[in-house]
């Protein structure tokens, strides 16, 4: 199936790529087009960019996708600072040592929050 078309360069943001498994690809199959919400995009971008020693830059994500992240997600932002997961700095969020060890727990925060 063909992408859908943007009506927007922020609405390019918000398509996700699934790759068919190698059997797949080599029969030919294209690989799947799903459409995300702005709220998804930033999730899957914390989830990466948290993995980063630098983390991720609030400003520069929540500009790119529409959204403002500390309105949105400032109550688990907080939660895991006090936890000492997290720690922010400027507009850069990061994980602490302790955070990168349970970056998962620490992500589904943002999906359940």
């Known amino acids: 199936p063909s992408p859908p078309e943007p009506q927007s360069s922020a609405d390019v943001l918000a398509l996700r790529y699934t790759q068919?498994?190698?059997?797949s690809w080599l029969e030919g199959e294209s690989p799947e087009l799903e459409q995300i919400s702005p709220e998804e995009y930033v999730t899957d971008?914390?989830?990466?960019?948290?993995r980063l020693t630098d983390g991720v830059d609030l400003v520069?994500?929540?500009a790119r996708a529409g959204v403002d992240?500390?309105?949105?997600?400032?109550?688990?932002?907080?939660?895991?600072v006090e936890k000492r997961?997290?720690?922010l700095e400027g507009n850069q969020l990061k994980?602490?040592?302790?955070?990168r060890w349970v970056?998962?727990?620490v992500v589904a925060a943002f999906l359940e929050g």
């Open 95 to 99: 994980t602490t040592e302790t955070g």
């Open 45 to 50: 971008a914390l989830f990466m960019g948290l």
């Open 69 to 80: 992240i500390l309105e949105r997600f400032g109550a688990v932002i907080w939660e895991q």
């Open 103 to 105: 970056l998962n727990k």
């Open 60 to 62: 520069g994500l929540g």
């Open 85 to 87: 997961l997290l720690v």
């Open 20 to 23: 068919p498994h190698l059997y």
